[in-house]
């Protein structure tokens, strides 16, 4: 067997998969996304699982990971609502989804709200036909990321969430992702999600590992969608064993003078590689996106973000904040795209990392690319240890070194968490960050 | 209660200090002058405990206890502080709940429960007052976005929450006002008591105006080269810092 090669055999296993799913799979409920499935499969075996000669996987070379004897065969698993409660935060609506399923038995949906719709996708596609299908992979199949469209391909289902115009959705919704089971698996589940026009939502996505005790690998695919005036806020906690990877795709597109605010912060977990897009195609937006990654001994994170302006008047606002600890390796990719007609456009981005021993990697690679000429654009990028001064100064207090760097690393972080505006999530984040700074 | 005996530092491999000696009692207030270059922050630093320096020989014991074992923030735990000349930057941080851990960290060295909340309070607003430094102040990030004359207050203002036995003040007239440096001299002088005392290093005059000190040493080439009373501070001022180069720029290293 030759190295070189690699991927296409590691394809070839896919696409027999692929042909044998067929009942199982999400174009099982409607005519108009099995063509679709169809289409990725064959786009996919012309790409092949990425490695790093794939220039948007570079530094993350996914083979790697997809090289084992996996199978999508849903793992059996015996989660009981007692194994699954203590992941759920301030008495929230908590969606759980073991393994990219929704399992209704172990969700909390006694506070739903009635306007709200909260299904399996392959419901909502078998019941709606050609509407839901036309928004279905409608943004994605032109970013030519393989992982894209072997989820695509192999999507069985994936939780639909969908806001009516003009609600304003109080509480959070909270999707409790866990990882579980003794198979070697790889999952890919589908979401969607629509936010009505005028209407506001916070969601928030938790993915955490619950007696896993075999390698899982979730490629997961989101597509959110927020309609005209509408707000959204999207908080992700990554806090996964080591033993689970993921590649964790968000294709968001945001309609006229819409809010999309989103907060990613990844602790644990063996692999993490994460693509937030985000298509503005109505004026007056205004997005904020905010990152956390931590990678310590053994781990990988990494963070495509691409901003696409593609109307006038709109303002988009980065901020990614790395530390890696001896070991870890961290990537960021930001790319800021502004078309030529997307004039008067403000975007700025910004990569803070910190490294804390001389073993630790990170990969930054901030990208403009600008086709109008009344803009305002900026990015930066900074890397270096914890500041020698800083530390001193709070040692000549009374601060201990371990103190003193436990300190500034919060206050690091805290620019980033200080964003998520529920309470109750924002304190369990920060307890989590506390402790994996400890 | 300060002890520093023919002390040798150098800083990559460039020695700075070339042999000083120092002592400083109990309710005494000693100024340290001298020409840029002469070492005046080096020492200041290696007092507080910087880690880029490398104490070649000499020691300094305070309270008869060996300094130059413990860390930066064992010897804050002793009862030392420093005034920095550039005070630090700390996003993220504030001033109270900074000074909160630093207070109770201190404390809890010495064996002490940590600090009641309300008793912390009426400290707060005391010492405010004593440097005429604005709530909101306290109640935002460390030194960030400070003016140079906030900085230096806010160092004063940290002294005396800490209450330290011994406060270096490193430069603390530097790039101050007139006005400033008298609220910063005004805070000084209000603490002075019988139980601590004060090393005040400037490069310049002025400040002992204000901080009237018992002794003035002045600092050249890595060594303290004359002492006197405070008369001599003004000594410095008329003649400037040329008559002692030239007396003293003979002496073989």
Redesign the interface.
Known sequence: MSVATGKKEVATKWLEEFELTTANRLGASNGAVKTKQEKAIKDFAEIGVPNKKLEDFKYTNVSLYLNDAYTTKAAATRLKSSDVRHLFIGGHVSIVMINGRFVKELSNLKNLPKEVTVKNLFTVLKESKEMEAMHFNGQLENKDNPLVMLNTALAYDGIYISIPAGFECKGPLHIVNISAGNSKSLYNPRNVIKVGEGASFTLIESYQSVELTEKVFTNSVTEITVEKDATMNDYILQDEDAMAYQNNVHQVTVGTAGKFNSVTVSLNGGMVRNDLNVAINGENCEIHMHGLFMAKDGQHIDNHTLVEHNVPNCYSNESYKGIISDGGTGVFNGKIFVNQDAQKTNAYQSNKNILLGDKATINTKPQLEIYADDVKCSHGTTTGML?K??L??????????T??KK??L???T??ISDNIIDDAFRKYIEGKIQSHIA | MLEIKDLKVSVEGKQILKGLTLTVNKGEVHAIMGPNGAGKSTLASVIAGREDYEVESGSITFNGKDMLALSPDERAKEGMFLAFQYPIEIPGVTTINFLKTAVNEIRAYKGQEPMEAKEFLTRLKEKQKLVQIETNLTGRALNEGFSGGEKKRNEIFQMAMLDPQLAVLDETDSGLDIDALRIVAQGVNSLRSKKNAFLVITHYQRLLEYIVPDFVHVLYDGRIVKSGKKELALELESKGYDWIKKEFSEIPA
């Open positions: 500041d001064d800083a001193f100064y709070l040692q000549t207090r009374g601060l201990n070194e103190l003193a300190i500034l919060g206050a690091f805290q620019e």
